[in-house]
């Protein structure tokens, strides 16, 4: 049994589940090459790091980086912007049971209560879930890469507790 057959149980009767899973993978498409940006940005500043003695690139070792956090800017937002959308897609979930034979009448006759709104939410859930996951795996990604290739002494420290500190609205 494939995915999509398994998924169908998760969605209103009659839903075009291909479409919305296309329409879902091409935001998911959209938001990794948004984030590509970050790629960008840190080769940026990078370069930024070393000076020309005419016919070499050497490190200014009194060049700090700037923070992983203003690098990174807003690369992951656009998986931000599509979790919140699957509220929207909860919304026409249940609205879509008072379209056409409307069965709305039959899921709120069924024994089980719980059909209609895991009918309604679990596909949304699941798409804010992959969202921050891919998010998540992205952030540590490029922290990687970040702390990879900045030579150590262009470093600023506590790199890692500045993502923290945004994270939940403090300073250090």
């Known amino acids: 049994m494939n995915h999509k057959k398994k998924l ?18 091409s935001g998911i498409g959209a938001s990794l090459l948004y984030s590509l940006g970050f790629l960008f940005r840190y080769s940026r500043e990078y370069q930024l790091l070393f000076l020309w003695d005419g016919t070499a690139k050497v490190l200014n070792t009194s060049a700090v980086m700037p923070n992983f956090v203003q690098v990174l800017g807003g690369s992951l ?6 979790a919140l959308s699957m509220a929207a897609v909860a919304i026409y979930h249940y609205s879509y049971h008072y379209q056409g034979s409307k069965s709305i009448y039959l899921m709120r006759r069924l024994p089980d209560r719980w059909e209609l709104p895991r009918r ?10 992959a969202c921050l996951c891919v998010a998540l795996l992205l952030l540590l990604i490029y922290y990687a890469v970040y702390m ?15 993502i923290w500190s945004v994270i939940l609205g403090v300073g250090i």
């Open 8 to 25: 169908v149980h998760y969605a209103p009767p009659g839903v075009n589940l291909g479409q919305e899973l296309g329409w879902f993978a």
């Open 77 to 82: 937002d656009t998986f931000l912007v599509l």
């Open 120 to 129: 309604c939410l679990t596909l949304p859930l699941m798409g804010v879930l």
């Open 148 to 162: 990879a290739f900045t030579p150590r002494a262009c470093l600023a420290p506590y790199q890692w507790q500045k």
